[in-house]
């Protein structure tokens, strides 16, 4: 393997890393932030705070799905410099 590669693959190591611990945190996070849907109220307020719980699991599966994205990029970008290498 050519230097160049080595440091690619080293820094794509790196950065696939990094993403596993980002979607770790991620999944860490949902799950603290993002409670059971209420039962205790009831009327608009209970309408508006499940809509909001909603609009939070939505916005952390969004940020899942981009971090999952790069994350399979990474892994397709560190297979290709390995087939090279």
Do not use: C, K
């Amino acid at each position: 393997m050519i230097p160049t590669d080595a440091a690619a693959l080293a820094a794509l190591e790196t950065q696939f890393r990094q993403l596993t611990t980002v979607i770790a945190r991620l999944l860490a996070a949902r799950s603290h932030l993002v409670p059971a849907r209420a039962t205790f109220w009831s009327g608009p307020a209970r309408e508006r705070y499940n809509a909001a719980l909603h609009e939070l699991d939505r916005d952390i599966a969004q940020a899942l799905e981009a971090v999952r994205f790069a994350q399979r990029n990474t892994r397709l970008a560190i297979e290709e410099v390995e087939r090279r290498g």
